[in-house]
Nanobody
Framework: VQLQAFGGGSVQAGGSLTLSCANS????????MGWFRQAPGKEREFVAS????????YFADSVKGRFTISRDNAKSTVYLQMNSLKPEDTAVYYC?????????????????WGQGTEVTVSS
C-alpha cells in the first residue's frame, strides 16, 4: 500500500489548511484511516480518525472543533480540514491505514503509514 500525504505548508495562526492522503492502489475502502502528527522534539500523537464508511470519527482533544476528517472512497482519499490553526499545531502530519474498518486512536492499530507533510503555523 502506497500512501502520500499532500497539502502541508506555512500559514499564520488562525488560518486553514486541508491535507489529503491518497492511496495509489485503492486498498483503503474497507479500512479505518487516521492522521497523526509529530512536532519537533516530541512523540508522535494521534490527531483524527475515521471509520471505513465515514460513519464514525474521533479527534484528539487538542483539535476538536477545529479539525474535520472526511474520506472519499471512490478516490481512495482521506482529508483533514484544519481550521483556526495554532502555532502548537506545527508538526509533520502523517496519514495511516488502519488494521480494521473502525476508527481507532492508537498507532498500534495502523499498519501502513504514508510520508508526512509538514505544517508550520506562525504566530
Amino acid at each position: 500500500v502506497q500512501l502520500q500525504a499532500f497539502g502541508g505548508g506555512s500559514v499564520q495562526a488562525g488560518g486553514s489548511l486541508t491535507l489529503s492522503c491518497a492511496n495509489s492502489r485503492r486498498l483503503i475502502s474497507n479500512n479505518g484511516m487516521g492522521w497523526f502528527r509529530q512536532a519537533p522534539g516530541k512523540e508522535r500523537e494521534f490527531v483524527a480518525s475515521i471509520s471505513w464508511n465515514g460513519g464514525s470519527t474521533y479527534f484528539a482533544d487538542s483539535v476538536k472543533g477545529r479539525f474535520t476528517i472526511s474520506r472519499d472512497n471512490a478516490k481512495s482519499t482521506v482529508y483533514l480540514q484544519m481550521n483556526s490553526l495554532k502555532p502548537e499545531d506545527t508538526a509533520v502530519y502523517y496519514c495511516a491505514v488502519g488494521r480494521f474498518g473502525r476508527a481507532a486512536t492508537g498507532a498500534e492499530l495502523y499498519n501502513y503509514w504514508g510520508q508526512g507533510t509538514e505544517v508550520t503555523v506562525s504566530s
